[in-house]
């Protein structure tokens, strides 16, 4: 009778589950391009099932009623640039995470980071490279799939691939054999490293098409035109994109022309170089925090000193970009600075000269549109998953209210209420 009685009640509850319902009811919807008054949203096990007027919801009886007074239901953010690897770089410096903390410390690392992103809001994450741990993003990945861990959905990377000689660490003693931050590739075998790590799981495939290997560690392209265009038909015939590292005008111009599909920081972007990227439907990731990040670790007193040089140039830049009008991802580097801190790069977007709205927009449809994920997340319509937010306030009147999450739902499943 008891084991009856215990069979019993684990098949009502996997009935429960499956018929979990809830109308979220939120002063405001974001709905990922525009917000709308007097919105309801009717999420059934993990999917959206309406979005619109109140008035026009259909009746579902076994529905949990969510009041959320005073607050804005959006899509669950996305982050476009993260390495969950990394931990800001005043705590540890990036060598020494790299060649002295040991793969289970940074998987440790990782799996605290990827929970502190999903409770910031950020349901998924586009991670850029694992700094010298291989594949454990894949790991990673699949074990938030499995629900063994919280986390967010990714996109990962595994290791970025560079051109031999120019990536870290780097030591003057020539004859050690160091552990690499990235795997390195040239010309001769540049296929069968893409192919590999195609092979091995990554969903996209990441390039530093510049880096600071010239003299006195100046950026300067490293890739040849050709070579990135290798990478790029290779990870193409597996219907995966390629992401391109470059911060100099003639890394991005050699990115552009090759076909990848976003640039992550272009730092000395030109206004032709930002029409070039619009006119080949290149994305562009200003990645604006983790200079500010890096800038104070050196000891520039944010809103006391004047901006470095460094920062001038990143704002006139992102400047530009705007001007140009090409799709500008939200990707902030997080791991330079803290994970859960991602809204950081929004706050700094709108600091910049874009506005709020447009930021949010970056940050949901722009990002699913530039990542190929329109068919399941960064919209609020019946259908896709429910990869839902909700905030205090309205954050098109104070975007830094992206910071006062009250409700975070992924897949179906609250994670923050």
């Not at 998987?107 to 910031?120: D, F, G, N």
Request: hydrophobic fraction near 40%; glycine fraction near 10%; proline fraction near 3%.
């Amino acid at each position: 009778m008891k084991k009856f009685l215990i069979i019993l009640l684990l098949l009502i509850s996997a009935g429960a589950k499956s018929q979990t319902a809830y109308l979220l009811k939120p002063d405001l919807v974001f709905d990922g391009v525009e917000m709308h008054e007097n919105w309801v949203v009717l999420v059934q096990a993990n999917k959206i099932a309406y979005a619109g007027s109140s008035e026009s919801a259909p009746k579902n009886s076994n529905a949990e009623i969510i009041e959320m007074k005073g607050q804005t239901l959006l899509p669950g953010f996305i982050e476009g640039h993260s390495h969950l690897f990394l931990h800001p770089y005043n705590e540890t410096a990036w060598d020494d995470q790299v060649l002295n903390e040991s793969r289970a410390e940074r998987v440790a690392r990782a799996v605290v980071h990827a929970e502190k992103t999903l409770m910031a809001g950020f349901t998924t994450v586009r991670d850029l490279g694992t700094e010298g741990a291989g594949y454990d993003d894949v790991g990673l990945k699949q074990s938030i799939e499995k629900n063994i861990i919280p986390g967010p959905r990714m996109l990962v990377a595994g290791p970025a691939i560079v051109a031999t000689g120019t990536y870290g660490p780097k030591s003057n003693n020539s004859n050690l054999q160091l552990i690499k931050g990235a795997e390195e590739a040239d010309d001769g075998n540049l296929i069968q490293v893409v192919r590999r790590q195609i092979g091995n799981g990554v969903d996209l495939v990441k390039i530093y098409a510049d880096y600071r290997w010239g003299l006195n560690n100046t950026a300067k392209p490293t890739f040849s035109e050709d070579e990135i265009r290798k990478v790029v038909q290779t990870a193409a015939s597996s219907g995966r994109g390629v992401v391109a590292h470059a911060s100099t005008e003639e890394g991005m111009r050699r990115a552009i022309m090759a076909g990848v599909e976003t640039i992550e920081h272009g730092d000395e972007g030109t206004l032709e170089i930002f029409n070039l990227m619009k006119s080949k439907n290149v994305a562009f990731c200003p990645t604006l925090a983790a200079g500010d990040a890096t800038s104070q670790y050196k000891g520039w007193k944010k809103g006391i000193e004047e901006e470095p040089e460094k920062l001038k140039l990143k704002r006139k830049s992102f400047q530009l970009a705007l001007k140009s009008g090409v799709k500008i991802c939200m990707g902030g580097d997080a791991g330079v600075y803290a994970h859960g801190d991602n809204a950081r790069e929004m706050e700094m977007m709108v600091d910049y000269g874009m506005k709020p709205l447009q930021v949010l927009q970056s940050a949901t449809s722009v990002n699913a549109d530039v990542f190929h994920l329109t068919d399941q997340v960064g919209i609020i319509k019946s259908g896709l998953f429910a990869d839902l937010i909700a905030v205090e306030g309205n954050p098109v009147e104070n975007i830094s209210n992206i910071r006062k999450i009250k409700f975070v739902m992924k897949d179906g499943e609250i994670y923050r209420r």
